[in-house]
Nanobody, 119 residues
């Protein structure tokens, strides 16, 4: 199994920044890609960003392109989400997810961390 623990959420004013962290533990060697998703109240879960553990491949949801950056520290098995120019519509619970070799899905999820952006 793989355990994911997010941290770094909180309350920030519009225009501000936050950095989320996701620490992976357990059988991390089976994971090949990491991602961030978010879910606001009453809305469907939304893809935010993804990164492979190896190589420089990253991808972003349209609503966060140019404002959010995903990065990783392979030695620490930690993935980060730097969020700049935050907007009230970025308010959501942010989840870290991990995908394993041989699947196209994200098989492991963290418990989520709340991000609230005030106007």
């Amino acid at each position: 199994q793989v355990q994911l623990v997010e941290s770094g959420g909180g309350l920030v004013q519009a225009g501000g920044s936050l950095r989320l962290s996701c620490a992976a533990s357990g059988r991390t060697f089976i994971t090949i890609r990491m991602a961030w998703f978010r879910q606001a109240p009453g809305k469907e879960r939304e893809f935010v960003a993804a990164s492979m553990w190896s190589g420089g491949s990253t991808s972003y949801g349209d609503s966060v392109k140019g404002r959010f950056t995903i990065s990783r520290d392979n030695a620490k098995k930690t993935v980060y989400l730097q969020m700049n120019s935050l907007k009230p519509e970025d308010t959501a619970v942010y989840y870290c997810a991990a995908g394993v070799l041989g699947t196209s899905t994200f098989d492991y999820w963290g418990q989520g961390t709340q991000v609230t952006v005030s106007s």
